[in-house]
């Protein structure tokens, strides 16, 4: 592969020597390899642990005044504000995005570190109500190393997500990006330095999930494990996990489903439809991969929605007219036709798309598609992850809640309709770490992400998160209760 360009692991402040062994980095829309980064050795991953829980232990950034991390992850940020052209460029070549979904989404991924670095510098401990002259103060300090398991759909956006909260908490951050979308998150490391980010405090590792990220998840000297994936990546590097006590946040997908009441106007209803599901091909975790759709309106939506997504735009994602782009792999696009060709089996309408496609000959493209199913269905209750969206007519409002909750999945919902005492009452019902009312997809860096059921546990963004990269200590001062528990004849004595 000479003439590629190779990205080597960022350790202790430098991109480390390469690998023997490499890793193809293909552009989904064209199949063009890329790149190559390092498929990390566990003697590698061990080695990069050790340096990592040395740097930790100095102290240069675990004990650093919390007015110094703030300017960090501030300079950080503007840094990152200043280069989201070429960050844009790159998502999308990895990712096969469009590039205006890339442009709107990577220009909010600064307000993450602002957001954590201002949290560090203002978050307070505490003083408890202790009973008598004692005095009892809450302090929160870092774990120590921890790993982050990060996805190919939002390369950037997710790992910043994480990797801002455990920075601002204190901690040294290990991260491991998907193999299929890499180069993104390797670009952060030497921007974190120019950033004032002490070396050593962010180490960037590359490999394949079944063999790198493993070898960093059974790694006993971790503080905690962060993943965003799958419930078969959570199965695997759960037991090692327990048997190391390493506390694990994980964040493990979903079937969001879209609730659409007849107060919508329809032309609305199939624009909410539109945007909540088809938003990056389908690939996200809060996908609305079920729409919901009372019977009062039905009819009129299902002939606008065929419509409408027979028209979307797929095509080159560099493109700014496209509005679909491609799936990541061929395998992704295999899996969606194997989700197609079971709900069809099982007695499923198909209403538009369903097949693979392509731009020019190549890439891993799949139409935009609607299967008219029922509950239970094999579409209806597995995660796809692709455009491939299930339709389910509800009869009532109690049917459309019953139908939300019928999953194993409990990450986003939403709710669309003109009547606010519905609104609130619906989503009061609905089994979800999130719940949208009258939106979809939105997200704040103040706003706690995470989901119920198998859908993970924990939370990235928010207080929650930061707080999840800390660990409580109590001191307790005694100013006045004298031991004398053993003193002959003293009344009173306090032992608790």
Not at 21 to 48: C, H, L, M, Q
Not at 146 to 161: D, E, F, M, Y
Not at 250 to 255: I, T, V
Request: charged share 20%.
């Amino acid at each position: 592969m000479s003439g590629l360009p190779h990205i080597s692991n960022w350790v202790d402040g430098t991109h480390a020597l390469p690998a023997a062994e490499r890793v193809e980095v293909i552009n989904p829309a064209t199949e063009a390899v890329i790149g190559t980064v390092d498929a990390t050795s566990r003697a590698t991953v061990d080695a990069i642990i050790q340096e990592s829980l040395a740097s930790f232990r100095r102290g240069r950034w675990s004990r650093a005044e919390a007015s110094e991390r703030y300017a960090v992850l501030s300079k950080a940020a503007a840094l990152l504000r200043a280069r989201i052209p070429e960050f844009v460029e790159l998502e999308t070549e990895q990712t096969g995005r469009p590039v205006r979904e890339m442009r709107a989404q990577l220009a909010r991924i600064p307000e993450w570190l602002e957001y954590f670095g201002s949290l560090a510098r203002v978050h307070a401990g505490q003083v408890t109500p202790f009973k008598g002259p004692v005095v009892n103060t809450l302090t929160r300090q870092p774990l120590g190393v921890v790993a982050q398991i990060t996805p190919w759909n939002h390369p950037l956006l997710i790992a910043t997500k994480k990797i801002a909260a455990a920075l601002a908490a204190g901690n040294v951050v290990v991260v491991k990006p998907s193999e299929l979308a890499p180069l993104s998150v390797l670009r952060l490391g030497s921007l974190f330095q120019e950033a004032g980010l002490p070396d050593g405090t962010l180490q960037i590792v590359c490999g394949y999930g079944r063999d790198t990220g493993r070898f960093l998840c059974e790694h006993p000297a971790l503080a905690k494990i962060d993943l965003t994936g799958g419930l078969a990546t959570y199965r695997a590097i759960a037991p090692a996990a327990a048997l190391n006590m390493i506390p694990i946040t994980a964040e493990l997908g979903g079937k969001a489903p879209v609730c659409l009441f007849p107060s919508l106007d329809v032309d609305h209803a199939v624009k909410a439809a539109l945007f909540a599901s088809f938003i990056a091909s389908g690939q996200t975790c809060v996908t609305g991969s079920r729409l919901l759709v009372h019977q009062d309106i039905y009819d009129p939506f299902v002939a606008r929605l065929e419509s409408r997504v027979r028209a979307l735009r797929v095509g080159d994602p560099t493109d700014v007219h496209t509005q679909i782009g491609s799936v990541i792999s061929r395998a992704s696009v295999d899996r969606c036709a194997a989700f197609v060709d079971r709900a069809v089996k099982e007695g499923g309408r198909l209403i538009c798309g369903g097949k693979p496609t392509d731009v020019d000959g190549k890439g891993f493209f799949f139409q935009p598609t609607v299967i008219e199913t029922h509950p239970g269905s094999d579409l209806s209750c597995n995660e796809v992850f692709g455009p491939v969206i299930a339709l389910l007519k509800c009869s009532s409002e109690e049917h459309i809640v019953q139908v939300a909750n019928d999953s194993a999945f409990a990450l986003g919902a939403s709710v669309w309709t003109n009547d606010f005492s519905q609104a609130h009452r619906v989503a009061d019902k609905i089994e979800a770490g999130i719940v949208w009312i009258n939106g979809h997809h939105l997200n704040d860096p103040s706003s706690p992400w995470g989901g119920f059921k198998e859908s993970g546990m924990g939370k990235e963004n928010g207080l929650e998160a930061f707080e999840s990269y800390t660990k409580v200590k109590s001191t307790v001062i005694n100013y006045g209760i004298p031991p004398t528990w053993f003193d002959d004849e003293i009344e009173n004595a306090r032992y608790g």
